[in-house]
């Protein structure tokens, strides 16, 4: 029995060896994140207080913090501000967890948008596709009818903004996806 006592702690060992890895792996990774929000934000205290808040963020929704600061990454990528990224997140994390969406998936869809400075065909496929229909809150917003607004899209003046404003609609008191986040998160 000596060998199978031997093998079991030899066993337990590197299993432990294993998770010390994994756990070093995981905080190298979460310093990389917090670096490139100090470099982003061209501010290490702005980078650190961002790196905070996505990682309370992501405590208090079904998220997890890597996910949630990659998203943050992203949205930094595209030349959303550093003050809105953490409202943006809410957003696109409400829309997220009513869709099923991944949230970083949802944050590159929303940065193309931003990068276009305007709603093309594609970015509006890949957010139908993923459960939102910005131009439906347009819509009940403006009261311009679907064609209206497809016609409105073709000639490219349907703004970032507008999609922002939708965005912000959707996840309001009163919007479809109000506090989705959080209900899912319990």
Known sequence: GGNLLAGGIQAAGSALVGLGRFAIGAGVKMEQTRISFQTMMASVSKGNALFAETAEFANVTPFSTEGVQKA?????????EGKKVLPTLSALGDISAGTGKDLSELGVIYGQIKGAGRLMGQDLLQLINAGFNPLQTISERTGESMAALKKRMSEGAISFEEVQLAFSDATSEGGRFYQMSEKQSK
């Not at 943050?72 to 959303?80: K, P, Q, S, W």
């Open 72 to 80: 943050g990454r992203t949205l930094l990528a595209f030349g959303i």
